[in-house]
């Protein structure tokens, strides 16, 4: 069937249907439809088969995408699948909200010949989508069961990544969570427009039914004690993420009406899953009907931007300090939010606010970019005397994330960690200075990517499990 494939010559590349910015500016649904059965076939037959596949080396999971592109094309959907989530835990997840344009995508070999990238996100969505709907997609449930017992601290992707993996080998998983629902923030960071809730909390009901156990609302150090967790398990991961926000200072920061992006997410999330949010309901983070202002120009500054509109602000503006061609932030992500009316003012940075009872603006510095640094990026320069004040109501600072200081907070000794206040782990078993302590995620990282954290999540699983056998062997001689 090898004639089904290499149709990028003749079949230009096509997304699924996107929702009318005007219509999909009214809700929080997700804003591409489904692929029908014939369309993703056509799609994946645009595959070039190629002898060394950049999309497979540009996926942080190696996944095997010409493989479940093939199977796709000629109808072995239930195959396509079962290659999918070979490598991928959360291959649904993933194909909603990775940036494939820097990823799989972006290293395509037909888009960089000027064909245009096959579009393996919105395939790689389709068929976990069918298998669902198929119920090919089953609980992690183990054959045969395990002594060892292991506590798995945040359930987030890489914890719960972790914990599939574990639980499908029979190990006893308990996965412990400050917050009343698992996925972390693929629940109350990211907006549903990106990422549908029930799409996470199908994935949470799996591995209860499995026999993961969550124990939610336990705050680490509080709630219960580090030490506690290590003493019930034999092993122990971290995989908490990172929530402090990054500030800003200058004058008048300290400002009523000047949030923290997470905030505002988690507000919003928390009001769409039918929880009482007061503070959303006082207007101190809900958009409606203020001029706002965001900080930031990566991926969490786009989810901003765009839930904003969403909330019936009267205006947005997304202040970032390079051009738009040096953003962190996808660049799909960055469309998508110009056509539903989110205004960018590129090479603009802020210096400091005013204020009367609340922020009245944005003291905004206009830049130019000079000589690349020693990562060979351009600096931004100030440009004298081009400054002048944004008016807002609501300024959101989407500067990124930074480690909280867990050694503090939980009171341990031992556990290592950079000058960046991540937790050292190695990076291919992600153990840490502690005896049966592992880190994986966003905590070892830094602030990254969903697809980097099941990576993570993944291979601690798997050097956990290869420490429980070499254990069980010296035991048994």
């Not at 888009?111 to 579009?119: D, K």
Request: proline content about 5%; glycine content about 10%; overall charge negative.
């Amino acid at each position: 069937m090898a004639q089904r494939m290499l149709k990028f010559v003749s079949l230009g590349r096509e997304m699924p249907p996107k929702r009318a910015a005007a219509e999909r500016a009214q809700d929080f649904d997700e804003i591409y439809r489904e692929f029908a059965r014939e369309k993703a076939a056509e799609q994946a037959a645009r595959c070039s088969q190629c002898g060394v596949p950049f999309c497979q080396s540009g996926c942080p999971l190696h996944n095997n995408i010409p493989d479940w592109l093939k199977a796709v094309a000629e109808g072995r959907m239930e195959e396509a699948y079962r290659l999918s989530s070979d490598t991928n835990t959360f291959p649904e997840i993933c194909g909603r909200i990775c940036p494939q344009d820097r990823l799989c995508e972006g290293n395509c070999v037909i888009e960089q010949s000027g064909h245009g990238t096959v579009t393996i996100g919105a395939i790689e969505k389709y068929i976990t989508e069918t298998a669902f709907e198929e119920g090919w997609i089953e609980a992690p449930t183990p054959r045969h069961e395990r002594p060892e017992s292991v506590g798995i601290i945040g359930a987030g992707p890489a914890g719960l990544a972790c914990a599939e993996r574990l639980r499908r080998a029979g190990v006893q998983v308990t996965v412990y969570d400050r917050y009343d629902r698992a996925g972390g923030l693929m629940i109350y960071g990211i907006p549903g427009f990106k990422l549908e809730k029930d799409v996470v909390l199908r994935r949470w009901e799996q591995l209860e039914k499995g026999g993961v156990r969550f124990v939610m609302n336990c705050d680490i150090g509080a709630a219960k004690s580090f030490e506690e967790i290590r003493l019930v398990h034999d092993a122990v991961l971290i995989a908490t993420g990172v929530y402090k926000a990054r500030e800003i200072g200058g004058p008048g920061s300290g400002a009523t009406g000047i949030v923290q992006a997470l905030d505002y997410l988690t507000a919003s999330n928390r009001k769409g899953c039918g929880d009482a949010v007061p503070e959303f309901d006082d207007g101190t983070l809900n958009a409606e009907g203020k001029r706002v202002v965001v900080i930031g120009g990566g991926d969490t500054a786009m989810d901003c931007v765009r839930t904003a509109i969403r909330q019936g602000a009267k205006s947005v503006k997304c202040l970032y300090r390079r051009d738009r061609a040096n953003m962190p932030g996808s660049q799909r992500e960055v469309q998508n939010a110009e056509e539903e009316g989110v205004e960018f003012v590129w090479l603009a940075a802020p210096k400091g606010f005013t204020s009367a009872d609340r922020v009245t603006g944005v003291k905004v510095q206009r830049m130019r970019l000079g000589a690349p640094d020693s990562t060979g990026r351009q600096v931004p320069e100030e440009i004298p005397g081009a400054d002048y004040t944004e008016p807002c109501e609501l300024a959101i600072k989407a500067l990124g994330f930074e480690p909280e200081d867990l050694p503090k907070l939980w009171g341990v000794e031992g556990l290592d960690v950079t000058r960046w206040g991540t937790i050292k782990a190695d990076f291919r078993t992600h153990a840490t200075a502690l005896d049966g302590v592992y880190a994986a995620g966003d905590i070892v990282r830094g602030a990254s990517l969903v697809v980097w954290a099941i990576r993570d999540g993944r291979e601690a699983a798997d050097a956990m499990l290869a420490r429980f056998d070499a254990a069980a062997a010296i035991a048994a001689e």
